[in-house]
């Protein structure tokens, strides 16, 4: 199984993937969905994510297809990735910057909000403070995780036993690596800040490809 874990990579580029790998691919935009759906009793619901995203309508689509009487609101918060990235998500700044994003999101107008891009978790507690508690937040992520969890035992693909692995594994040990094209050092500092712990083993790699632009 392959997991796309990027809204925008997930919006713009999985048909194309599923075509060229032969394992089942999921994404993050249908399971995100799929959960927003389940929770808005009233069918109204929101969708922030960045300009790429909310531009390819993926989300409308996703939920349209699920529930054709959906009402939704689409908005990018392209600023909320920076935030997470320097880690200010608990600053006046990050508040200031979504009170401007979130004023069409409040419980009069949406029950749930999708949080289209896997940065944006990283400032639930201001989005929350924001449009309210009363409107569910639904991490796209935690989604798609979830229904990889379901998938894995139905195909019998999951471990029998996890037990041992959760003693014997820890978050970024050894059997976790991490492979990037650009700036290690930046994104050691920024995976920490996901997840809690500094990567142990990152390498840098070079990805060569066909420049379907280049001219002879």
Wanted: charged share 20%.
């Amino acid at each position: 199984m392959l997991v796309v874990a990027c809204n925008t990579a997930s919006a713009l580029a999985l048909p194309a993937i599923r075509r060229a790998v032969n394992v089942e691919v999921v994404g993050v935009i249908e399971p995100g969905a799929r959960a927003a759906v389940a929770v808005a009793s009233d069918n109204r619901i929101g969708v922030i994510a960045t300009e790429a995203t909310v531009q390819s309508h993926a989300y409308r689509h996703a939920i349209s297809t699920i529930d054709v009487e959906a009402k939704i609101i689409e908005r990018a918060c392209p600023l909320f990735v920076s935030l997470a990235e320097e880690g200010w998500s608990d600053t006046t700044v990050a508040r200031d910057v979504a009170r401007q994003y979130l004023t069409d999101f409040t419980d009069s107008t949406v029950s749930a909000l999708v949080l289209g891009c896997t940065h944006y978790p990283i400032l639930r507690d201001v989005i929350e403070e924001i449009v309210g508690k009363s409107v569910t937040l639904i991490d796209s992520g935690e989604a798609t995780a979830a229904e990889v969890k379901i998938f894995l035992k139905q195909s019998g693909l999951a471990h029998s036993d996890t037990s041992a692995l959760y003693q014997e594994r820890q978050l970024c040990d050894d059997l976790d690596h991490f492979y990037v094209t650009d700036a290690a050092t930046r994104f050691a500092k920024v995976a920490e800040r996901f997840l809690g712990v500094a990567p142990t083993i990152l390498e840098a790699v070079e990805i060569w490809g066909h420049d379907e632009l280049r001219t002879n």
